[in-house]
Nanobody, 116 residues
């Protein structure tokens, strides 16, 4: 099993940047799919970005060109760099890992608030 701990959330003005990190309790080298999801109050959790162990990425249309996901296996960490933030990006951001194609692991989340 692996535990995921997010950090780096906070308050930022619209147009600003923020980076959030997801630290895993063990090596992520063998975890093929890792990613970030977010959930705003009253809304369903939605995919933000995913990255495979080979470095292939996938982004929600709403964040393409503004967010960048990366993973550093040696550090057991996945990052999400968020630029040109908008108030609608305000949400709790969750780190996610899909292990062996079926076991889902979630972090506790980190709050990102974008003021207008």
């Amino acid at each position: 099993q692996v535990q995921l701990v997010e950090s780096g959330g906070g308050l930022v003005q619209a147009g600003g940047s923020l980076s959030v990190s997801c630290a895993a309790s063990r090596t992520i080298f063998s975890i093929n799919d890792m990613g970030w999801y977010r959930q705003a109050p009253g809304k369903q959790r939605e995919l933000v970005a995913t990255i495979t162990s080979g470095g292939s990425t996938n982004y929600a249309d709403s964040v393409k060109g503004r967010f960048t996901i990366s993973r550093h296996n040696a550090e057991n960490t996945v990052y999400l760099q968020m630029n040109s933030l908008k108030p609608e990006d305000t949400a709790k951001y969750y780190c996610h890992a899909l292990i062996d194609g079926y076991l889902e692991v979630w972090g506790q989340g980190t709050q990102v608030t974008v003021s207008s």
